[in-house]
């Protein structure tokens, strides 16, 4: 058995390699700085280094994407809190070169911590879903930016960055310590949460693409968040959600009570919940 080279509590952990198992832990250090370090059950630590924008981080996001037609991979890490505030701050961590760079725009919708971020590569849009506005974790945001991993048409080679064009794109539900996620057919779905008011949140809502006629009769794909016609049993909040080999999202753990209760009176949810979207 081989131990994490720090503790970690808050932080991100993710799949680099489904061959050799690495896996990049990202923040949460107790010890009050900020790094990351790449992780494999063989041979425990391989590689560790500092954030590069020397910012403490937690109940932050990290999705890896793939910057090229070659599969290189990264991993975008956005949003969080530090110990003095809440973040919108982005950095992008280049699986190739083991390096960490910071993203030269954060998330242009605020900051926010305790975020969900789904990937869908079809479009090759990042989608930074809701979460905290502030470190009491009592404000949540509707808000959604989306950071698209593609290369600029125009500057070759240019970092990915934040778009501006996404204002329109809103949860119909403010929410944060909420999951999504990325199904097949390209939409994403978002689930649970905490809302404003501190209630547990039992509803889902999906982000999904539609095509749209312009006034000169051109057709554009848009997309939008919409309310699903479907609600777990309990409210449940900070649980996570996998998606299945047969298509479905499967919620698992987070606390939680009846739907409209509040979030400080919460218990862990045992029960499983899933969403079919046929």
């Known amino acids: 058995q081989f131990s994490l080279q720090k503790e970690r509590a808050g932080h991100t ?54 910057i090229d037609s070659a599969g290189r991979k990264a991993v975008l890490i956005a949003g969080g809190e530090s110990d003095e505030q809440v973040l919108s701050g982005a950095l992008i961590f280049d699986v190739q070169t083991s390096t ?7 998330m242009l919708k605020g900051a926010r911590s305790q975020l969900s971020a789904s990937y869908d590569p079809v479009v090759g ?31 070759p080679g240019t970092l990915r960055e934040f778009r501006d064009d996404t204002n329109t ?9 909420h999951a999504s996620t990325a199904m097949l057919d390209g939409s994403v779905v978002i ?30 794909q848009n997309i939008k968040c ?18 299945t080999d047969r298509g479905t999202a499967l919620l698992v753990g987070g606390l939680g009570g009846l739907a409209g209760s509040t979030a400080n009176v919460s218990s862990p949810v045992y029960d499983l919940d899933a969403y079919n979207p046929k």
């Open 226 to 243: 919409v309310p699903l016609p479907t609600t777990m049993a309990l409210g449940r909040y900070g649980h996570k959600s996998v998606l």
């Open 100 to 106: 960490m760079i910071v993203q030269q725009t954060g």
């Open 13 to 66: 952990a993710t799949l680099l390699d489904s061959v050799t198992f690495e896996i990049l832990f990202v923040g949460g250090d107790v010890d009050g700085q900020g790094t990351w370090e790449i992780w494999d059950p063989y041979h425990g630590t391989t590689l560790s280094g500092p954030l590069t924008d020397q910012t403490v981080r937690r109940h932050h996001t990290a999705t890896l994407f793939e």
């Open 169 to 177: 794109l809103v949860l119909t539900t403010p929410r944060g310590g």
């Open 125 to 155: 849009f990042i989608y930074l879903i809701g979460g905290y506005t502030n470190m009491g974790h009592t404000t949540t945001s509707s808000s959604i930016d989306v950071y698209d991993v593609n290369p600029h048409p125009s500057v």
């Open 191 to 220: 689930t649970g949460g905490s809302s404003t008011t501190g209630n547990h949140l039992s509803t889902a809502e999906g982000i999904t693409k539609y095509l749209e006629q312009q006034v000169d009769g051109s057709i554009v």
